[in-house]
């Protein structure tokens, strides 16, 4: 069968990419999609801070920001709070509400592929429904954007525990005390000349920053064969065609659901002392955001259908805008892959070599307030090796492989 290799960009920048000799390029590919909420406790110290500190964070670049409703969910005051997420999710009918946003339901209930064509590069052919539905070759691209896009939304419900390094040093009163640990999590600690300066820089540490305790909860939402059918012959309705029955069917339904894919903990050492001078409110501020990047670092290891793919940002060397955010070190592995979509649409990736972590370069760190934190770091990519393959592209896609 013939296949139309593509990398997430039109044929008009496959050209660019050929004649730029694999120079940079930027590229517009699919992302997975994420809605994230917290669990509030207004009886924990600073609740205020955090959740503006949560509500205010950026959705993380390597997902497309599918927020629908709430960020919030009320605790129920139980240490696990695993029931308590379930039922307002269940309660709250947020697997509709992802759908709905999909498909830019509007108040009188019709809906427009505007996102789906937006986010996936289709053409104007998906974009009609009644057109799609009377093609083999569109009902293919039906369904490749809920295999690619729909299927492939997430929602990430984080749990956070704060504490303070003074509490965490009065209960392992050995944590700050050797000369490694505190240089490691001391901006600047690796300027002071002695042990003894190090050792006193310890409870001025102690007391200025915060640890952070993250459980996050994965769910996916569930999109098949059967619910696509249902939806586009039950529900489906656009402006011209929507009536007060097709909106009442859907309002009514009750076949969209999330299926839960795991939980995670991760903690989240807020780098920033009597050096950087912040407020408690700044730290509390920057572990929130901190926090949320590296649970997903930690669920991307266990859950495969979690990891993001990332496009190399330039071929020779060979490099990506990603880093230490992404849970990337000197042993990371990738796999790098390429877009193949057959004559009726269909998209599926092909790996056509690996690389690995360059350990001449320094691995970019991305992680929030690094530019702060390490001012002399002028790092904004991460280079690689090829360790197997042909010639690499801007705009082919890597993945990291499993448990790299």
């Known amino acids: 069968m013939k296949k139309i290799?593509?990398?997430?960009?039109?044929?008009?920048?496959?050209v660019a990419a050929n004649a730029q000799d694999k120079k940079e390029l930027n590229v517009k590919y699919r992302r997975s999609s994420l809605y994230t909420l917290m669990v509030e406790n207004p009886a924990i110290p600073h609740a205020d801070v955090i959740k503006s500190a949560f509500v205010k964070?950026?959705?993380?670049?390597?997902?497309n920001d599918h927020i629908?409703?709430?960020?919030?969910?009320?605790?129920?005051?139980?240490?696990?709070?695993?029931?308590?997420?379930?039922?307002?999710?269940?309660?709250?009918n947020v697997a509709k509400e992802l759908v709905a946003k999909w498909f830019n339901r509007?108040?009188?209930?019709?809906?427009?592929?505007?996102l789906i064509k937006s986010r996936g590069s289709y053409d104007a052919s998906v974009v009609?429904?009644?057109?799609?539905?009377?093609?083999?070759?569109g009902l293919e691209m039906l369904a490749d954007a809920g295999e690619e896009l729909i299927k492939n939304t997430f929602v990430l419900v984080n749990d956070y525990k704060y504490v303070s390094k003074e509490e965490v040093a009065k209960k392992a009163s050995g944590l700050l005390r050797s000369v490694g640990s505190i240089a490691s999590v001391v901006p600047g600690g690796g300027n002071l000349s002695t042990t003894t300066e190090l050792a006193a820089t310890g409870v001025t540490v102690a007391g200025k920053g915060y640890v952070v305790k993250t459980t996050a909860h994965l769910y996916r939402l569930?999109?098949?064969?059967e619910v696509a059918a249902t939806f586009y012959n039950d529900y489906w309705a656009d402006d011209k065609t929507i009536t007060q029955e097709k909106k009442k069917a859907f309002d009514d339904s009750n076949i969209f659901k999330l299926t839960y894919v795991g939980s995670d903990v991760s903690w989240a050492d807020v780098q920033s002392t009597i050096f950087t001078k912040k407020t408690d409110d700044e730290l509390i501020e920057r572990a929130t955001i901190k926090a949320v990047d590296a649970v997903?670092?930690?669920?991307q290891k266990n859950h495969d259908d979690f990891k993001t793919k990332t496009p190399l940002f330039t071929g020779e060397p060979i490099t990506a805008k990603i880093g230490v955010k992404e849970g990337v070190t000197n042993k990371s592995k990738f796999d790098v892959l390429e877009q193949q979509i057959d004559e009726n649409g269909k998209t599926k990736y092909v790996v056509v070599g690996s690389i690995k972590v360059d350990e001449d370069f320094p691995i970019w760190d991305n992680r929030y307030g690094a530019e702060e934190?390490?001012?002399d770091n002028k790092t904004d990519r991460t280079h690689f090796k090829k360790v197997s393959g042909k010639e690499f592209y801007p705009g082919m896609l890597i993945i990291q492989k499993k448990g790299k």
């Open 57 to 63: 964070g950026p959705i993380p670049e390597k997902f």
């Open 128 to 137: 009609d429904i009644a057109t799609a539905k009377a093609s083999k070759r």
């Open 296 to 299: 997903i670092v930690e669920l």
């Open 373 to 375: 934190e390490n001012p």
């Open 68 to 92: 629908s409703g709430s960020r919030t969910i009320p605790t129920n005051n139980e240490e696990d709070q695993t029931t308590n997420i379930k039922n307002y999710l269940e309660t709250n």
């Open 106 to 114: 509007s108040a009188s209930g019709a809906f427009n592929m505007d």
């Open 5 to 14: 290799i593509l990398s997430l960009i039109t044929l008009s920048s496959i």
């Open 222 to 225: 569930e999109w098949n064969d």
